[in-house]
């Protein structure tokens, strides 16, 4: 799901999704 919510910031702008990947970055590590 946070994928889909990346995609959606860079196909409206493209400023969200530059804060939006370290955090779905950040998430990833946690789990492991």
Not at 10 to 21: D, H, I
Request: net charge positive.
């Amino acid at each position: 799901m946070e994928l889909a919510s990346i995609i959606g910031s860079v196909a409206s702008g493209g400023g969200g999704a530059l804060m939006a990947v370290p955090g779905f970055v950040k998430n990833i590590l946690d789990k492991k």
